[in-house]
């Protein structure tokens, strides 16, 4: 492809017109006249404007950078030859956007174009991409003024990948700080993090499981504790009655015992909640009970169902397995050799006896005239067919019975499974909303309760407290009863003192240790409550597990390409460098006057050259004007090499802005040079430039 002319609405193009000629073409334009327009103009021409990209802090997108200063809509076109014959590129701004309106036709008839659309245009003609574009057809002169370290890293992006904004280095760095970011080797990153949690979570799950047993068993003691404490309760409220009792002499005492029936009675109603709310509360921890009951048998089967549901799989499998093992032995054909083997002697003595008319038992010449010669190879014949029908003769058996149908069991047995653990989340669910309407009532009846095990408990001691009130109520009765009926002696009020003594003071023993196991019990539950509970650390040990997996298979699949980066790029290096090193060679020279003939390229394509000493130098040891013929020969030297057997223009935007007037020339002498075999543009804005 050749240039022949351009022109358009393009940032301060202002709708010039600019043609080019074969071979080398040197434009001088002013400083601000818009070179770099130009070649940003020739890109989008070739390639399209890309209307999704947005401004930034840092650049601004095209679609704003080339606003038509001269107020005109954004517009173009671009006269090439391209395979013999004069095309003409139109792109304008429509209903997509600027620039989104494209035509190609030939320039001699109008005839359209029809290869050409505004997605394939630049790679229909040039056989590449924008980026191998950018590499292999311009080169900026902006590059000359970068430092060192930059131009090397932008020459090994370009010589590495074919465009100037990435290269392996970059990308092997980049893979090193993924696999560091997950397993830095010294117990950091995101892998060692997960692996220790992973560990903390195991630690928790395993100290949760033996708070879970140590609760039960202190639930257990609780409840043992407790059934004394009423004991010795009871025991005591026996004992003090037949103290009181016996202490009613005459009528006085009965009446003592009435006023102090009556003030207990009294006492007890005063600290006890409304009735109602008792008996409501005693109904939903009646509730509870049988739930927790219900939903630990259902949790305590499930082992069981699970071990039936595995052994009924196992046995449908292997009745399966041995039916079909059956069906195999009784379906395989059963041939009889031997008859075979004859029918095979007789077929070959048929078939001799009718070829080559063989006597085979001359001695029978008797009966052999009894029977036609002729007739021989057909009896021989029949008897062979004969024996072949017996070989295959039921051979094939029967087909067996199908075989029974184990999926509809199979479904079955899983819908059964399934009811059965629906059960079972069903009996945990009504626990967790007994459990809370318990708590509920508890709070009714006090407004401390926080958990079920202190609601339970205030529960309990409301409903004791009102069957106390009965049996005071009672008890009372009885007073009044004996007080009607009239005093009697007691004779044993000593002993029944000293009685009641020491069953106050066991009842308080008892209380005192069912509190201490009680306080034991809520420090057991608080730590429990701390750590969470069994269904948490579950899910979050399996989420841990998976992410592991995740990170394990990442850190894999970074390891793997960074290999394959490594392979491809050592490949890259021992195709392209000889090549480019071969060309860099003899442009530097061409520019140097012969003063440096050798350059040397490393696995980095970092470059350094020689003089007629032979001393190698790097780019930090040349001078800045021969540094800059070293970055000229070897980006030409990069861009003939992309470019390869592609006839593609060579655009050059001020290569020589930092190279005096020998330097210049001898550059635009090479320049020259190549535009023997390529149409070449230099951009400049000075004439000795």
Known sequence: MKLRSLQGHFGNMNGRKIEFADGFSHLVLPNGWGKSTLCAFLRVMLYGLNTARRDTQQALSDKTRYVPQDGHAMSGRLEIEWNGRAVTIVRQTGKGGPMQDFDAFYTDTGEKCRLLTAKNCGQVLLGMGEDAFLSSMMVDGEDMNRPSEELQELLSSMA????????????????????????????????????????????????????????????????????????????????????????????????????????????????????????????????????????????????????????????????????????????????????????????????????????????????????????????????????????????????????????????????????????????????????????????????????????????????????????????????????????????????????????GARQSEARRVLDAAREQLSRLQGQADMIGTMEEIRAKLSACKERIVQLQKQYQAVEHARQIVSSENAALQARVSPQITSLAQSYLAYLTADNYQEIRLDDQFRARTAGADGQLLNERQLSSGARDQLYLALRLAVCETLAGAKEAPLILDDPFLTSDDARTERGIALLKELGRKRQVILLSCRKSA
């Open 160 to 503: 590495q990948t074919g465009d100037a904004t990435g290269s392996a280095a970059k990308a092997l760095a980049r893979l090193d700080r993924w696999r560091l970011d997950i397993r830095s080797g010294r117990g950091h990153g995101e892998l060692p993090e997960a692996q220790s949690e992973q560990t903390k979570l195991e630690e928790q799950l395993e100290q949760l499981e033996s708070l879970s047993h140590d609760i039960a068993k202190q639930k257990e003691k609780c409840r043992s504790l407790e059934r004394e404490a009423q004991k010795a309760q009871d025991a005591y409220e026996r004992s003090y009655q037949a103290f009181t009792e016996q202490q009613a002499d005459q009528e006085s005492r009965r009446r003592v015992l009435r006023e102090e029936r009556e003030q207990r009675i009294r006492e007890i109603k005063n600290r006890v909640p409304d009735e109602a709310l008792v008996r409501e509360a005693a109904e939903v921890l009646y509730g509870y009970e049988g739930a927790v009951r219900l939903e630990r048998e259902k949790r305590e089967n499930m082992p069981a169902v699970e071990t039936r549901r595995r052994e009924a799989i196992e046995r449908m499998e292997k009745a399966q397995h041995d039916r079909e093992i059956e069906v195999d032995r009784t379906t395989r054909p059963k041939i009889r050799w031997v008859a075979g083997v004859f029918a095979f002697i007789f077929g070959v003595l048929a078939a001799a006896t009718g070829i080559m008319q063989v006597e085979w038992f001359p001695e029978m010449e008797n009966v052999a005239g009894m029977l036609n010669t002729s007739a021989l190879p057909m009896v021989l014949s029949a008897l062979a067919i004969v024996c072949l029908l017996l070989t295959f003769l039921g051979s094939v058996q029967k087909p067996p019975a199908p075989l029974p149908d184990m999926d509809e069991e199979k479904k079955q047995l899983e819908i059964e499974y399934q009811r059965i653990l629906d059960e079972q989340r069903m009996a945990a669910s009504v626990l967790l909303e007994e459990r809370d309407r318990v708590i509920d009532a508890g709070k009714k009846l006090s407004s401390r309760v926080t958990n079920v095990e202190e609601a339970a408990e205030v529960i309990r001691s409301a409903m004791a407290d009102l069957q106390l009130i009965r049996r005071e109520q009672s008890a009372l009765g009885d007073v009044i009863l004996e007080i009607q009926r009239g005093p009697e002696d007691d004779e044993e009020a000593d002993a029944v003192r000293q009685q009641l003594d020491a069953l």
